[in-house]
């Protein structure tokens, strides 16, 4: 069974800097694309960045795009968001998510067969 536990999140002020982490288990975490999703309160679930089993390429939102940066590290089954130059907009549960299918690079919703509980991640002006 595959769990995605993410931790990290919180309150900041707007400019400030964040990393949230999300750890797997139950997969083979270095086979599988992973990525990040965030929900605002009355928006639906929106891609935020995903990272490929090689982690050698990276796709991200535009609103993310410069600010945010995806990365893992396969030896602890961990993938990570860098945020930085946070915005109130930013404000979101953020989600981990792991592709469904091995060797893939994913990004659409539906490409993710896996998901954590999320983070709460507010940003203040």
């Known amino acids: 069974q595959v769990q995605l536990v993410e931790s990290g999140g919180g309150l900041v002020q707007a400019g400030d800097s964040l990393r949230i982490s999300c750890v797997a288990s139950g997969l083979s975490f270095s086979r599988y694309a992973m990525g990040w999703f965030r929900q605002a309160p009355g928006k639906q679930r929106s891609f935020v960045a995903s990272?490929?089993?090689?982690?050698?390429?990276?796709n991200y939102a535009d609103s993310a795009s410069g600010r945010f940066t995806i990365s893992r590290d396969n030896a602890k089954n961990t993938v990570y968001l860098q945020m930085n130059g946070l915005k109130p907009e930013d404000t979101a549960v953020y989600y981990c998510?792991?592709?469904?299918?091995?060797?893939?690079?994913?990004?659409?919703?539906?490409?993710?067969?896996?998901w954590g509980q999320g983070t709460q991640v507010t940003v203040s002006s």
């Open positions: 990272i490929n089993w090689r982690a050698n390429r990276a």
């Open positions: 998510a792991a592709a469904s299918a091995p060797y893939t690079i994913a990004m659409r919703s539906s490409e993710f067969g896996s």
